[in-house]
Nanobody
């Protein structure tokens, strides 16, 4: 079982930046990929960015060029650097680790982009 704890959310003005962190603990073996998703009320959870065990990355079109996903293997932590934030980026952001044994999710961290 993998436990995930997110941090770094908050209120930021349009055009600002935030960095989200997701620290993993527990049985961390054979992680296939780590990802960030987001969800707003009434909408389905959306995959924002993903990084595989080999370092390949994926971004949803709406965040390309603005968000960067990275990981620190030694700290079992995945990050999401968000720049040029827009009001449409407002959501609860969740991290997700996927292994052959299953999927683990964090509790979510709120990101609000507003002036």
């Amino acid at each position: 079982q993998v436990q995930l704890v997110e941090s770094g959310g908050g209120l930021v003005q349009p055009g600002g930046s935030l960095r989200l962190s997701c620290a993993a603990s527990g049985s961390i073996f054979n992680i296939l990929f780590m990802a960030w998703h987001r969800q707003t009320p009434g909408k389905q959870r959306e995959l924002v960015a993903r990084i595989t065990s080999s370092g390949n990355t994926y971004y949803v079109d709406s965040v390309k060029g603005r968000f960067t996903i990275s990981r620190d293997r030694a700290k079992n932590t995945v990050y999401l650097q968000m720049t040029s934030l827009k009001p449409d980026d407002t959501a609860v952001y969740y991290c997700n680790f996927q292994s052959p044994a299953g999927s683990s999710w964090g509790q979510g961290t709120q990101v609000t982009v507003s002036s």
